[in-house]
């Protein structure tokens, strides 16, 4: 690539792009080796590597110069759109409301409580406060104000808060870097004073015990994860923090949480495969940690201790003889035999058509939720009767929208409702409280606390979404989400944005996005591409797009594509393509695969030197992906799999089309290394003009940069650079705020 032939959109000459030194590393696997010419990018201590990055930024600054004003058109349209002054829903636990607000001009949230009141009328003692936006009420307390603690710091966010029961002690973990690694402190809330208390570097997740005396957290090892869960008694040196679990296996994530009841400590341990969950009984100081089912058993599972008429059982949902999961009952004694010995009680049957995500319980209801036709969905049923003849029907709230998801958004155990979290692609986000049927009131009701304000004169009615199927080479359909302005004709002049995933059985659902807006007002028809290796269509849709499926996942996003191309709604020659993390490892694919179907491509931390990191496990979260593409360490195939699809080593003499790689320095789960390798061969290797840039956030983390006004900045930053590429920088007629 030669920098004579480089111009931005406005016709001025650019600069020509930094050219890393280029220091052969060898990496030979299974007879074969790889001769890597950037690895030496990866050390960030490096005075040079940081330069090199710098001058990235400089050069995709002077290529994108002429994209600002389009930028600060898209970040007024989103500011414009958006109620800087507002706040959440307050939800209840134990005797206090909890919410947080936001102000205009302020980057982060203020997270506050009330004192809540008991009349006996339980419906009522659950109903929120009515709080409005910008005032203050009564009593109100501020719990943390993230303004303040980010004040003077690059970087700020909270990876977790806790309260004990009687209310008094609040402890909360923030990280200033950006890289996950946070630090935890305890606040008294009836001094507002801190307590000594400061533990270093822990993982996301905090909570007290039931009396209050000790704190849990998790901490993560050399590679970035999390391996131990540590108990802290408050007033005591952190030093003398005991483990309560360790977990050795490299390929394995630990977490914890409460019981719904809060009787248990439980300790979830697993990869995507198969897990293990193991049980700590509080109030009982000789109790050990128990396991509920081996993970030698090689089954995928969640367990949810409870008493059942005051008798213990344990609610799983496991993939046992059921690949969509299913929902059992068990008795703690049946636990203790073999397992092809033990007598569960069905709850929710397996089925082909649903699948099972998840269930846990109040101390009335059973709450499951399930995906079924793509969409994730809400049933609840009574506690009496579970597991025998005498069950109840599951009820599910009803909506009236064809794409939309709802969610459990929290419940408390002693709650008489659940919260659920509605949205549909032109819904803004709705909380709901769902009324648990009883006997007194069978059909439930679903009560509206809030719908998200959209400013601007925004009119849902403006906008379309359909369903749409395209077909794979292999005769799959594949579901699409067809996103369009009402205005857009259908006469192939179009311009086309097709995104996707397609990893970790991770769901694409439909939801609300104020920024997408933008897009869809200049007439870019927004395809999200529900391709395998997504959650989306139940397990086998995970199953045939990971490991050795995962082209998979490539090849459906192309035929989404040429779907698009061919539906008579776009022009052919002006269709983008979006994509982040393991959808960055996607762009890096379809842009090899077929260059010439994208006018551009923006890759968001992209995963885009797969092989490299999965090989060495040292590396951040390394062997946790094992169970996701296989191990190319130990399997000859794996490695001949991924080494065929692996986007920085399958770079070719084509021409690529105009690409952004976008990217954080401080990222842990995606290094900035892996897209800073990959445009200097996409570079070195194109036989086409357009620019390929870098953008490095020198102070984020996989997320990005913290404040909510730089998020929308970024968020402008791709969409322009999008809309610049394929002639779509101009409101409809009639489209944009109003």
């Known amino acids: ?149 980010a004040e003077g710091k690059p970087f700020f966010s909270v990876g977790g808060t806790a309260v004990t029961v009687d209310g008094n002690l609040y402890a909360y973990a923030v990280d200033n870097s950006g890289d996950e690694r946070f630090t935890l402190r305890i606040k008294d809330l009836r001094t507002g004073e801190l307590l000594p208390d400061v533990i270093e570097d822990i993982f996301y997740g905090v909570a007290f015990s039931p009396d209050g005396t000790r704190l849990f957290y998790t901490v993560v090892d050399e590679s970035w994860r999390p391996y131990q869960v540590k108990a802290h008694v408050l007033g005591t040196p952190v030093a003398d923090d005991v483990v309560v679990y360790q977990e050795d296996d490299a390929a394995m994530w630990l977490g914890f949480e409460l019981s719904a009841d809060r009787r248990y400590l439980v300790l979830g341990i697993g990869c995507s495969e198969y897990s293990e969950t193991r049980l700590l009984r509080f109030g009982d100081p000789t109790a050990t940690v128990t396991t509920v089912i081996s993970r030698d058993e ?104 064809e794409l939309y998801t709802a969610g459990v958004g929290g419940s408390d155990y002693e709650a008489p409702v659940i919260r659920l979290g509605y949205t549909s692609y032109f819904t803004p986000s709705r909380i709901y409280d769902f009324v648990l049927p009883t006997p007194g009131q069978p059909a439930g009701e679903l009560l509206l606390r809030k719908e998200s304000p959209v400013l601007g004169g925004y009119d849902g009615s403006d906008y379309v979404a359909t369903r749409e199927w395209a077909t794979a080479g292999d005769g799959t359909r594949i579901p699409l989400s067809v996103l369009r302005h009402k205005a857009v004709q259908q006469d192939s002049t179009a311009a086309g944005l097709v995104y996707g995933y ?25 395809v999200i591409a529900h391709i395998r290796g997504g959650g989306e269509l139940g397990r086998h849709w995970y199953e045939d797009g990971k490991k050795l499926t995962k082209k998979n996942t490539f090849t459906d996003f192309v035929d989404a594509t040429d779907w698009l191309a061919g539906s008579g709604w776009v022009d052919p020659a002006r269709i983008a393509a979006l994509g982040g993390s393991a959808g960055g490892l996607l762009m890096g694919a379809v842009a090899n695969m077929a260059p010439e179907k994208y006018a551009a491509i923006v890759a968001q931390v992209p995963f885009v030197d797969p092989l490299t990191s999965i090989l060495d496990p040292d590396l951040p979260l390394s062997a946790l992906e094992w169970e996701e593409w296989g191990n190319p360490i130990t399997d000859p195939q794996a490695y001949a799999y991924m080494k065929s699809y692996s986007p920085y080593e399958n770079v070719r003499e084509v021409a690529y089309p105009r690409i952004a790689a976008v990217t954080s320095f401080n990222d842990t789960r995606v290094l900035y290394v892996e897209p800073a390798k990959w445009v200097q061969e996409l570079r070195n290797k194109t036989t086409g003009s357009q620019p390929i840039v870098m953008k490095i956030e020198m102070d984020g983390g996989h997320g990005g940069a913290s404040g909510r006004y730089v998020q929308w900045r970024e968020r402008a930053w791709d969409y322009a650079f999008i809309a610049d590429a394929l002639g779509a920088t101009g409101l409809l007629p009639g489209a944009g705020l109003k």
């Not at 059921?322 to 069905?346: H, Y």
């Not at 059973?366 to 049923?381: A, P, Y």
């Not at 609300?512 to 897009?519: D, K, N, T, W």
């Open 1 to 149: 690539m030669t920098s004579t032939s480089l111009q931005d959109s406005t016709g001025t000459a650019i600069p020509a792009p930094p050219a890393a030194k280029k220091i052969p590393t060898e990496r030979t696997h299974h007879g074969e080796t790889f001769v890597d010419n950037y690895e030496w990018l990866r050390d960030k201590e490096s005075p040079e590597v940081v330069e090199h990055l710098r001058a990235e930024n400089a050069y995709q600054e002077a290529v994108t110069a002429g994209q600002e004003p389009l930028r600060e058109a898209i970040f007024q349209e989103i500011k414009g759109r958006t109620q800087e002054t507002d706040l959440s829903v307050p939800h209840r636990k134990d005797g206090w409301w909890y919410f947080s607000r936001s102000s205009e001009g302020k980057e982060y949230g203020i997270h506050c409580r009330v004192k809540a009141e008991d009349s006996g009328d339980k419906v009522a003692d659950w109903t929120p406060p009515g709080v409005e936006a910008g005032a203050g009420i009564p009593g109100e307390e501020i719990l943390l104000d993230g303004n303040v603690e």
């Open 298 to 401: 090689r089954v995928l599972y969640e367990a949810e201790p409870f008493l059942l008429n005051g008798e213990e059982r344990i609610l799983l949902t496991h993939n046992r003889g059921a690949i969509n999961s299913m929902v059992s009952l068990a008795d703690p004694a049946e636990l203790a035999k073999p397992l092809a010995e033990q007598a569960w009680q069905t709850v929710v049957e397996h089925s082909d058509e649903v699948r099972v995500n998840g269930a846990g319980v109040t101390s009335t209801h059973l709450i499951v939720s399930i995906r079924k036709d793509t969409i994730e969905r809400v049933q609840v049923m009574e506690l009496a009767g579970l597991g025998t003849p005498a069950q109840q029907e599951p009820m599910e709230p009803a909506f009236d929208e």
């Open 502 to 526: 397609g990893s970790y059985e991770m769901s694409i659902d439909p939801g609300f996005g104020v920024a997408r807006l933008s897009l869809l007002d200049r007439g870019v028809v927004f």
